[in-house]
């Protein structure tokens, strides 16, 4: 999901989007866009702090500005980029993905928990309402407000259950059914010992139902049908 924003934000619709729903109706300039997966910083506070100035010193310099000095810390590397980009006039998009992957790692551990909420929780104050950054968008497996590294009052909108988005994860059986055909029919001859063979429409279905049960009944949208 995230590539695809990417994409969006960085090259616009042309060429990636031709025949999707978007194509037309992306109105959006472009933007260098700041992609920070927290699942790759570390799961302790010194490397995560040292591989995010490092991610931070990176795509400054891709945009040639002169944020940068030895011994800053996350923190301070991130004011200092947010400080040459207004000089600069320039605008960036920033997606942050498993943004709760180490306070998930540590839940056992509360000093350790505590310490990587405060220095994330940091972070984000350090991001908010900073004008250079046209959007922000961040996704993990836990719902903001159970984390507490945001403020009262946030400026993120969290839209986990927001009906219009809920298709934007998993799969309805009816996708599922079309776009995973041959391996549906593969997995059914597989489980009745014939790998390869002919399968019936019936031994298909039966698949899919057991599948429905092994993993159906994710449910992202308030107003959606859990069947």
């Excluded at 309402?129 to 009262?152: H, I, M, N, P, Y």
């Excluded at 839209?159 to 599922?176: H, K, N, Q, R, W």
């Amino acid at each position: 999901m995230l590539d695809t924003v990417r994409t969006l934000f960085e090259y616009g619709t042309e060429p990636y989007f031709r025949d999707t729903w978007i194509y037309g109706r992306w109105e959006e300039n472009k933007y260098p866009v700041l992609m920070l997966s927290f699942l790759d910083l570390g799961f302790t506070l010194e490397s995560f702090r040292r591989r995010l100035c490092l991610v931070l010193k990176i795509f400054a310099e891709r945009l040639r500005l002169d944020a940068f000095h030895e011994g800053m810390s996350a923190g301070e590397s991130l004011t200092s980029l947010f400080s040459a980009l207004g000089k600069s006039g320039r605008h960036i998009v920033i997606l942050i993905d498993e943004y709760d992957c180490q306070l998930c790692a540590c839940r056992s551990d509360p000093e350790s928990y505590e310490r990587f909420r405060k220095e994330i929780s940091s972070l984000f104050e350090i991001m908010k309402g900073q004008e250079c950054v046209r959007f922000l968008c961040v996704t993990g497996v836990t719902r903001l407000k159970e984390t507490a590294v945001f403020s009262d009052e946030p400026e993120i909108r969290d839209v986990s259950y927001e009906s219009d988005l809920a298709c934007i994860a998993g799969f309805t059986p009816e996708e599922t059914g079309k776009y995973y055909a041959e391996h549906i029919s593969f997995a059914a001859a597989l489980r009745k010992g014939m790998p390869g063979g002919p399968v019936s429409d019936e031994e298909r279905g039966r698949l899919l139902q057991r599948l429905s049960a092994e993993y159906g009944g994710f449910c992202f949208g308030q107003t959606a049908d859990r069947n």
